[in-house]
């Protein structure tokens, strides 16, 4: 790609750029992809108006970019390459041909079932290449995708399906992941049981497993393409039409609808998959995330197709059939680019070296890391261990919100220090502010990071609410997006991100506000009150400890049945990976008097710590906080 650096010197240059001469920076860039009709703007609005737009009145569309544009010169080059959970079953191989045409073939028949530019699409899917298929059929046809986690519960989903008002959901008989499998159908059905949008179920066929298939809803994806030709022409999109919804946890309220659009999501998710992780034609890439997260969206489908590169697609868990299965995936296909959480380096590590030596890791040349702070120990292994000492490790610091990696090292060329993120993309600038918005010029400070100027990819709105994005990310701090996270510069301009600052838990590199999780243990029979806060866990980098006021009359219960019960009430509304670690029964909990919960108490308590609370005078019941510290005592970890 021509706009790939190549050097530490051509990154600061083109950082200055990005600054100085913004409009023309992004300009070059995004002239570098196909656009059915020329931008005649590069940004209008900034951050104080309702809306910014990118490259308006340019009509694009991201497909085009990702397979026809390069048809011409990487026809029989793979495009996705897919390891499925099982390692006794055989790998598949899609071309850019093949890739293309299975995309145009499911955009016909999506047509099919009355889908049209604008309706919303939701995915409920296993890491199969049929999921990177659906997601590139909906944007060839202008539907918006939403791709829902394949854990989510049937709660879940349902919410998202009703956000977005779906007309079709797209799903398989069963999920696999390790040993387990899900019941995908199932559930759809059980979230779609009152639905009024829904008009057809797809099915994709994985293990074979019986499901229901009311007819004239339900079909098998297999009956659905068949006859349909695998020429759909890629539809015209405004570069600020909607591409994707993706649903993400705030601190307060629902999970909302992060929305982003075809142009500019298009050209920075191209843009720094090229120079974060120097991919080279001919290289093999994998990120291990689910693309039921952003870093799916961007970085195992868009970002690598955008630049023509072969991506890689695991079914399955690191662990299953051994904790070496990553590592041995990398030797199998000669890996040269990993990507993964701090979350599974930390589990893998603690199997200890032996998994990762027995494999040939010599391919390797750039590892990276997102969703959470990686600490400086997981950070040594991943060097040492993994990466043999040679390969440079990229800390991408991002959000869904922000579409594609923000902060981060460019993949061998920048200076690098363990558990800091390091140096902005170009055209990014942040910026600490103290809780007055007074930015700190000072280093090593911890400040609230923010950006100071919109890029390409930005949010553009929560879907169905755009008062709530205002509200969120731009209202805080005028003229600035507020990213939710702390962070430190240290004396180079290198950025440390140390974690959010609002209510929200990131548990494996996974986003809870806290007050989902509540209002799930709220309907616990019995509750009458809780509240939840994160604490530090070795290996998920935060833990739930949630801690409950229960009713009188619920006490003839065991606590057994009691911290059962509860963990029920999160699968049955979110899912299984928001359950607490640890549940404490509680009689009160640490209030002022005007009745809000004073959560740095509970925070200490859950980190166990349990001296100096600090000032707990305006406490209604200060005498609560000892029999926190006496309950807590006796919990153990689950
Ligand atoms: O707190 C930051 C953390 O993950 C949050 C974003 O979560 P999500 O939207 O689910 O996206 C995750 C994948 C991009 C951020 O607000 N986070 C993400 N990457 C890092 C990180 N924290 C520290 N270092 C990172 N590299």
């Known amino acids: 790609m021509s706009f790939q650096i190549r050097s530490f010197e051509a990154y600061q240059k083109a ?39 990118w490259f308006e009145d340019g009509k694009v569309n991201i497909t085009a970019n990702a397979l026809d544009r390069h048809l011409p010169t990487k026809a029989h080059e793979t495009a996705i390459l897919w390891e499925p959970n099982d390692p006794n079953e055989s790998t598949r191989k899609l071309s850019y041909t093949e890739l293309s045409d299975q995309t145009c073939q499911f955009g016909n028949a999506l047509k099919s079932l009355g889908v049209k530019k604008g309706d919303r699409v939701v995915l409920y899917m296993p890491m199969t290449p049929e999921l990177a298929i659906a997601v590139l059929a ?18 879940a989903l349902a919410d998202r399906i009703e956000d977005a008002q779906a007309k079709v959901v797209i799903t398989a008989d069963e999920g696999r992941r390790g040993i387990k499998t899900t019941p995908l159908k199932a559930t759809v059905d059980a979230a779609i049981a009152n639905s009024t949008f829904v008009e057809s179920v797809v099915v994709q066929k994985v293990t074979g497993a019986d499901c229901q298939m009311e007819s004239g809803k339900s079909i098998y994806w297999h009956d659905l393409i068949a006859g349909h030709s695998t ?56 990120c291990t995330a689910d693309v039921g997260w952003i870093t799916g969206h961007s970085y195992i489908i868009y970002g690598p197709l955008l630049n023509g590169a072969t991506t890689l697609m695991f079914e399955g868990i690191p662990t299953y059939p051994d904790p070496g299965r990553f590592w041995e995936i ?82 061998g060329l920048s200076p690098q220090k363990p558990a800091h993120a ?20 000072e280093n090593n400070v911890e400040g609230l990071l923010c950006i100071a100027h919109p890029w390409p990819s930005m949010i553009r709105t929560t879907y169905g609410d755009h008062e709530r994005c205002r509200n969120t990310y731009f209202n805080p701090f005028p003229g600035h997006y507020f990213t939710g996270d702390g962070a430190k510069r240290d004396e180079h301009g290198m950025y440390r991100i140390i974690g959010r600052v609002d209510d929200v838990i990131n548990v494996s590199g996974h986003r809870f506000g806290t007050a989902e999780i509540e209002s799930a243990i709220n309907e616990t029979a019995g509750a009458i009150e809780s509240a939840v806060v994160g604490f530090p866990h070795d290996i998920k980098g935060q833990g739930i400890h949630a801690f409950v006021i229960l009713d009188a009359k619920s006490i003839h219960l065991t606590v057994d049945q009691l911290e059962q019960a509860a963990q029920n009430a999160v699968i049955h509304s979110i ?31 859950a980190e166990g710590e349990f001296e100096s609370f600090g000032d707990t005078s305006t406490l209604l019941d200060p005498t609560c906080v000892d029999l926190l510290v006496s309950g807590a005592k006796q919990l153990k970890t689950k």
């Open 15 to 53: 950082w200055g750029k990005s600054q100085d001469t913004p409009d023309e920076f992004w300009r070059d860039i995004a002239n570098t992809f196909d656009w059915m009709e020329p931008f005649s703007s590069v940004k209008t609005g900034n951050f104080q108006e309702e809306h910014v737009r």
């Open 138 to 155: 909906c944007a060839r046809i202008g539907a918006v995708h939403s791709v829902v986690f394949a854990g989510f519960s049937a709660q």
């Open 231 to 286: 020429i759909c022409p890629p539809e015209p999109m405004d570069s600020e039409d909607l591409l994707f919804i993706l649903y993400t946890s705030g601190s307060t309220g629902k999970p909302k609808g992060v929305v982003h659009v075809h142009g500019g999501y298009m050209v920075y998710a191209g843009y720094t998959f090229s120079n974060v992780f120097q991919y080279e034609p001919g290289d093999v890439y994998w």
């Open 330 to 411: 990398c030797a199998k296909h000669q890996v040269n680019q990993f990507y993964t959480a701090p979350t599974a380096i930390r589990s893998l590590m603690a199997a200890g070296t032996e998994p990762v030596l027995r494999h040939d890791l010599s391919s390797l040349k750039v590892l990276g890391s997102v969703g959470e702070p990686i600490n400086e120990e997981a950070w040594q292994w991943y060097h040492d261990i993994v990466g043999q000492k040679r390969c440079p490790i990229v800390d991408t610091w991002w959000q869904t919100e922000t579409g594609g990696i923000m902060i981060s090292g460019l993949g």
């Open 422 to 441: 390091g140096y902005p993309i170009p055209g990014i600038h942040p910026v600490l502010l103290d809780p007055n918005g007074q930015e700190i010029k």
């Open 575 to 605: 899912g299984k990976i928001a359950c607490p670690d640890r549940i404490q029964f509680v009689t009160s909990l640490p209030k002022t008097r005007s009745g809000k919960i004073m959560r740095r108490i509970l925070r200490k308590v």
